[in-house]
T-cell receptor, first 112, second 114 residues
Framework: DQQVKQNSPSLSVQEGRISILNCDYTNSMFDYFLWYKKYPAEGPTFLIS?????DKNEDGRFTVFLNKSAKHLSLHIVPSQPGDSAVYFC???????????FGTGTRLKVLA | NAGVTQTPKFQVLKTGQSMTLQCAQD?????MYWYRQDPGMGLRLIYYSASEGTTDKGEVPNGYNVSRLNKREFSLRLESAAPSQTSVYFCASGSTPSSNQPQHFGDGTRLSIL
């Protein structure tokens, strides 16, 4: 039973346009959500997070939106740059736990 | 600025051999983690250590053992390697859950078992 789902394995976007990566979850106990970026042959790098008391968090070109009623999380990258080409993982955790549950990842390709 | 350091970066084993993957962090984090990443599966938690002296099972612990050697170091051991354990292994470290601070990952160990 996959509690965190990224249904789009890949996404291609033109440079300068918006990239929207989606993530759905089934566990209503999750209260902390994160996005990680991963380049080949490197470890995941933390990008941005949001707690369940918020519905939006912004950091430069990156914005994460949380829709708790729909159990849906999205990452917006504006404007997209070729260096953003990577695999993006969303992750979630329950209150007071050490365990992150990861989605399967979305490979983003930003075309120059 | 080392962060989380994993050794070795690559390893090839034969079925039945044993192997210890090493991980060290210099961020003074209390908690440490071992994940494996397989194609189409995302990252799955093998074991974690909430603090020095404690370890707990994650989602996929079978076939693995761990040791929290001290606050900095957390090792993962395969006693009798199997082809199903061919994977990329990532170590991570983090603060306490209440801090809502993210886990930080090493660059991984790519392990092939023939």
């Amino acid at each position: 039973d996959q509690q965190v789902k990224q249904n789009s394995p890949s996404l291609s976007v033109q440079e300068g346009r918006i990239s929207i990566l989606n993530c759905d979850y089934t566990n209503s106990m999750f209260d902390y959500f994160l996005w990680y970026k991963k380049y080949p042959a490197e470890g995941p790098t933390f990008l941005i997070s949001i707690s369940s008391i918020k519905d939006k968090n912004e950091d430069g070109r990156f914005t994460v939106f949380l829709n708790k009623s729909a159990k849906h999380l999205s990452l917006h990258i504006v404007p997209s740059q070729p260096g953003d080409s990577a695999v993006y993982f969303c992750a979630a955790s329950e209150p007071g736990t050490y365990k992150y549950i990861f989605g399967t990842g979305t490979r983003l390709k930003v075309l120059a | 600025n080392a962060g989380v350091t994993q050794t070795p970066k690559f390893q090839v084993l034969k079925t039945g051999q044993s192997m210890t993957l090493q991980c060290a962090q210099d961020m003074n984090h209390n908690s440490m983690y071992w994940y494996r990443q397989d194609p189409g599966m995302g990252l799955r938690l093998i074991y974690y250590s909430a603090s020095e002296g404690t370890t707990d099972k994650g989602e996929v612990p079978n076939g693995y053992n761990v040791s929290r050697l001290n606050k900095r170091e957390f090792s993962l051991r395969l006693e009798s390697a199997a082809p199903s354990q061919t994977s990329v292994y990532f170590c991570a470290s983090g603060s306490t859950p209440s801090s809502n601070q993210p886990q930080h990952f090493g660059d991984g160990t790519r392990l092939s078992i023939l």
